[in-house]
């Protein structure tokens, strides 16, 4: 056998040992690639790419009397799957919950433990239905004030309110 056909051989073995030795991690790299999009369709990333929610039309009404509760209304859009607002955060407040006025802003609520958002739709907080209410929040005409809303699974969503006049939504 000549040199020059040693040499031709040699370089084929050569190629094919870097072909095989390079194979194998690109194997394992798109198996590993299927498993992790198929844990994170299934949900087992958590939910939070599946639950999108947006806030909108946020504002805080100041007490009609100085001791009373202000409100919090605001439409809460569900761009994904099914949450449920389970609390809200307002500094300077001394308790913020969710309550239900049935027809009649007037009068108390009914405290909620938490409020239903449905997938792909929306929800509504206004003065006669859902809305949060704050109790010893000190508020000023024109400001804008933090609010913060807790989901079970989309977690915490943070806005702006702008505080408008007494009984106005």
């Known amino acids: 056998m000549t040199g020059l056909a040693v040499d031709a051989r040699a370089g084929r073995d ?12 690109v194997v394992c790299a798109l198996v590993l690639l ?32 100085a001791s009373g509760p202000a409100y919090a209304y605001l439409v809460v859009e569900n761009l994904g ?4 607002l389970e609390s809200a955060t307002v500094p300077g407040a001394r308790q913020v919950r969710i309550v239900r006025h049935n027809g009649s802003a007037a009068g108390p ?6 409020l239903a958002i449905p997938a792909h739709g929306s929800v509504s907080l206004s003065p ?28 915490r969503v943070s806005i702006e309110a702008m505080v408008t006049p007494p009984g106005t939504p």
Do not use: C
């Not at 992790?36 to 009609?64: D, E, H, N, Q, Y």
């Open 128 to 155: 006669m239905g859902p809305d949060i209410e704050l109790i010893g929040a000190h508020l000023i005409y024109g400001q804008a004030v933090p609010l913060t809303l807790t989901f079970r699974n989309a977690g």
């Open 81 to 84: 799957a099914a949450d449920t």
């Open 14 to 25: 050569a190629r094919r040992q870097l072909l095989r030795a390079g194979l194998a991690p």
């Open 34 to 65: 299927g498993l992790l999009t198929g844990w994170v369709a299934s949900g087992g990333a958590g939910t939070i790419s599946r639950v999108r929610i947006k806030i909108s039309s946020a504002s805080l009404a100041m007490p009609v009397t």
């Open 109 to 114: 609520g009914r405290i909620l433990a938490s």
